[in-house]
């Protein structure tokens, strides 16, 4: 059972331009949404997280957007840059307690931004 | 402040075999879980500990197991090793339950 479904698999964006990748889960229980990036080789490095307490939330050009009723979260990507090519996974998990130890992720999607 | 050390990097094992693969967390970090990732199933989450004891286990079979020593070090181990099992395995850390993870670079692993 995937919980945590994620689209597009893969993106291709022009410099400068908007990258939206979106996650959509099925377990209400589930309140921490973080995301991370990858590069190859390397290992997810948190990008940004963010709880269903607030809808949106922004640090520098990476946003998060959550819809609690929809059970969708999404991360835009403003003035996209060649060096964001990466992988980018988004996560869930059930922090009841802090107990957010056990991450739920999606599939990933590469995006790859044009120069 | 030096990240989350796995070692080794890349390893070739036969069949069969068992492996055990080493990650140093965080200093200060006393909650260390481990991931497979894999092309076809993406991460997916093996266990946890904090402590020394284990707070949590994924969907995987009882071959692959895992502990942490008091220094917060922990090993997993992976016995009678199947050509499935070839993944990059992922060590985090966090300073507790409710921080923030951080992912060490990972472990190859290929199985021939």
């Known amino acids: 059972q995937q919980q945590v479904k994620q689209s597009p698999q893969s993106l291709i964006v022009q410099k400068g331009g908007i990258s939206i990748i979106n996650c959509a889960y099925e377990?209400?229980?589930?309140?921490?949404f973080p995301w991370y990036q990858q590069f190859p080789g390397k290992g997810p490095a948190l990008l940004i997280a963010?709880?269903?307490?607030?809808s949106e939330k922004k640090e520098g050009r990476f946003t998060i957007s959550f819809n609690k009723s929809a059970k969708q979260f999404s991360l835009h990507i403003m003035d996209s840059q060649p060096g964001d090519s990466a992988t980018y996974f988004c996560?869930?998990?059930?922090?009841?307690?802090?107990?957010?130890?056990?991450?739920?992720f999606g599939k990933g999607t590469l995006l790859t931004v044009n120069p | 402040k030096a990240g989350v050390t796995q070692t080794p990097r890349y390893l070739i094992k036969t069949r069969g075999q068992q492996v055990t693969l080493s990650c140093s967390p965080i200093?200060?970090?006393?909650?260390v879980s481990w991931y497979q990732q894999t092309p076809g199933q993406g991460l997916q989450f093996l266990f946890e500990?904090?402590?020394?004891?284990?707070?949590n286990k994924g969907n995987f079979p009882g071959r692959f197991s895992g502990r942490q020593f008091s220094n917060s070090r922990s090993e997993m181990n992976v016995s009678t090793l199947e050509l499935g099992d070839s993944a990059l395995y992922l060590c985090?850390?966090?300073?507790?339950?409710?921080?923030?993870?951080?992912f060490g670079e990972g472990s190859w692993l290929t199985v021939v």
């Open positions: 963010i709880r269903p307490d607030v």
């Open positions: 985090a850390s966090s300073r507790a339950a409710g921080n923030t993870i951080y």
């Open positions: 500990y904090f402590s020394e004891t284990q707070r």
């Open positions: 377990n209400t229980a589930f309140d921490y």
């Open positions: 996560a869930a998990s059930m922090g009841s307690g802090g107990s957010n130890y056990k991450l739920t």
């Open positions: 200093s200060g970090h006393r909650s």
